[in-house]
């Protein structure tokens, strides 16, 4: 089986490969690389002993995609392509609405074209907006994201879902992404933000590492254990497995289908930074600001549905994802570059 994986030179991208070739499929990369890397690639062919066929070039350019399709016999895509930052989504939106709605678009027109009906797209939690309802279960009305990038998400779900029924030779399974973090435990791949990271992990390994002098936590006066707010973190190779069950899912039934890939549990700043701080050994200073606009309080995952539809539930703990990412910071301390 030949997997098309868009935008596999990035963070979650570069380690569903090792997860799919683990699983024995075929694997074939397309990235432009705006917030990718070669050399991710080129460590995930460390890791798995394989060469991997990498494709530079964006999804958009409809000529790009149907070369691919013409050169391998790809049974199934998986989408990751896209931009993801929230804060540069409301400076861009109309970029936003291009790389990930236009780009969706261009993908699945080169699929019909090509004969592949088969489609696996990283969504998130982010298109449940700011409901009052805990866990968040699949069957929640969707909700008014609060900003481009989610809104981007919404739209492309909503396509889908009209796609897959207009033509029931589509496959298409929707994964709404909790909080991922982590990296693959060799510390050869992991997260590798462009600039000042925007995401919480991410922060406070560069603060451990002293690329950054001190975290700034976003409010602790949410109705919480201890103010901070509370997400749903998921193990990035957890997160990964979980769409090697979907592929395995959708090789067996037709239609959309959506399922939230998170742990059920979820946890506080302060407490990721505690881990952090027992994890690496390291002190990491914070001071308390505002809260940031656009955050909700609090924010988990009903795993219910992908526990029973997929035989998928997260296996890695706090200490792991922890434990992975400072492995990776350490190890990488400037990231890929
Ligand atoms: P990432 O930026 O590390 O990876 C995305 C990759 O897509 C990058 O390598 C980038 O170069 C590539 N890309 C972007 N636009 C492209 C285009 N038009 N053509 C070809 N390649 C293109 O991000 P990630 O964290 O790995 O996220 C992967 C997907 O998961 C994204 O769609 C993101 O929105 C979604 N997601 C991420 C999170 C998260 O917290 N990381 C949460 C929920 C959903
Ligand atoms: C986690 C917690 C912050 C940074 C975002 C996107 C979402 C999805 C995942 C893609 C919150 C707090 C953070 C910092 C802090 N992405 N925080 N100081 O906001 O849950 O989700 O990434 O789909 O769409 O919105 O993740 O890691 O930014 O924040 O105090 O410097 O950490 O307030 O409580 P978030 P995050």
Not at 74 to 100: C, M, Q, R, T, W
Request: hydrophobic share 40%.
């Amino acid at each position: 089986m030949n997997v098309l994986v868009t935008g596999g030179a990035g963070y979650i991208g570069s380690h569903a490969l090792v997860a799919l070739i683990e699983a024995n499929y075929d694997v074939v990369v397309l990235d432009n690389l705006i917030n990718g890397s070669a050399e991710a690639v080129m460590r995930v062919e460390k890791i798995t002993q394989r060469k991997i066929p990498f494709y530079e070039g964006d999804i958009r350019d409809s000529n790009f995609l149907n070369s691919i399709f013409k050169n391998h016999d790809i049974d199934v895509v998986v989408h990751f392509a896209g931009l993801k930052s929230v804060g540069n989504s409301v400076k861009n939106p109309i970029e936003y609405f291009d790389f990930n709605v236009n780009g969706t678009i261009s993908l699945v027109k080169g699929m019909e074209l090509a004969g592949i009906y088969r489609l696996v797209f990283s969504s998130s939690a982010t298109v449940y907006g700011d409901s009052s309802i805990m866990p968040l279960h699949e069957d929640l009305p969707t909700g008014e994201p609060k900003n481009p990038y989610g809104r981007s998400k919404l739209i492309i779900e909503q396509m889908l879902q009209d796609l897959a029924k207009s033509n029931s030779r589509w496959s298409i399974g929707l994964l709404r992404y909790f909080n991922p973090v982590g990296a693959h435990e060799s510390g050869l791949i992991g997260e590798s933000p462009q600039g000042t990271p925007n995401n919480l992990l991410p922060y406070v390994a560069q603060v451990a590492v002293r690329r950054l002098p001190k975290l700034a936590i976003f409010g602790n006066d949410y109705d919480t254990i201890d103010g901070t707010g509370i997400r749903d973190y998921i193990h990035v190779m957890d997160l990964v497995e979980g769409h090697v069950k979907a592929i395995k899912k959708l090789e067996k039934s037709g239609g959309l289908k959506i399922w939230n890939l998170g742990t059920g549990k979820g946890y506080s700043v302060l407490e990721m930074v505690d881990a952090f701080e027992s994890v690496s050994g390291r002190n990491i200073p914070y001071y308390f600001q505002h809260r940031r606009e656009g955050d909700v309080a609090v924010c988990w995952a009903d795993v219910s549905l992908a526990e029973i539809e997929l035989g998928w539930r997260a296996k890695r703990d706090l200490l792991d994802m922890v434990g992975d990412t400072w492995r990776w910071q350490i190890q990488n301390p400037e990231g890929y570059r």
